[in-house]
């Protein structure tokens, strides 16, 4: 059963249809003792990173989130939810996340490393490119296009972290893990076969824990 996380700033509607879809058993909760029966946990993300981190220290779910990646258990993180992951962003301020994996959000620049100036927020299909072909939250997923929807992105400080990236004037870390600690900085719930196979592998995942 995966545990949707519900803080008040996630994309529950969209994520909870995708595992709807996919026939894997759900449910959504801002409540630990309710969250503590799932065998994998999801959280999503639309927003701020300091309004996230706020809002998940409201409901004391930050120490639960970090016992439960330090315990082993599957946990995936979409979009803003992949970037909380990290240890601060310097959105609004700088602010201290997860502390999950290394490495800090800052905002695109809009400039790329040649001088051309792009648009941010960064929004729209882009290809993956595979760094970790082999990890398990890529077993079987055709190559192919995400979506995305973002003005910050990740600075990943241990390269070893970073599995698909996509190129938007700059490299963009796409999916980033470390172990049982899942992130797509797309959505793959809005991602059609790409973003629907990673989903089925995170779900496989949850299942191997029961």
Not at 29 to 48: F, T
Not at 90 to 108: C, I, P
Not at 191 to 198: L, N, Q, R
Request: charged content about 20%.
């Amino acid at each position: 059963m995966i545990g949707i996380i519900d803080y008040g700033m996630g994309n529950l509607h969209s994520v909870s249809k995708a595992l709807e879809r996919l026939e894997y058993p759900y449910f959504i909760s801002g409540n630990i003792s309710e969250l503590q029966k799932a065998d994998g946990l999801l959280l999503p993300g639309v927003g701020s990173f300091r309004d996230g981190m706020t809002e998940l220290e409201k409901a004391d779910l930050i120490p639960f989130i970090q016992e439960w990646a330090q315990s082993g258990k599957p946990l995936l993180g979409i979009c803003l939810g992949m970037q909380l992951l990290f240890e601060k962003s310097e959105e609004n301020g700088t602010t201290r996340g997860l502390t999950l994996l290394k490495g800090s959000v800052e905002k695109l620049t809009g400039v790329s490393p040649t001088g051309e100036r792009y648009k941010v927020p960064h929004m729209g299909w882009n290809e993956l490119r595979y760094g970790k072909p082999d990890h398990p939250i890529l077993a079987g997923v055709p190559k192919g296009h995400v979506y995305f929807v973002h003005s910050y992105a990740v600075r990943v400080s241990d390269e070893t972290d970073l599995v698909a990236y996509a190129d938007y004037h700059e490299q963009i870390p796409a999916v980033v893990t470390r172990d049982n600690v899942w992130g797509t900085q797309f959505h793959p719930e809005k991602s059609s076969t790409v973003g629907m196979a990673m989903l089925r592998n995170f779900a496989e995942q949850v299942e191997g824990e029961k």
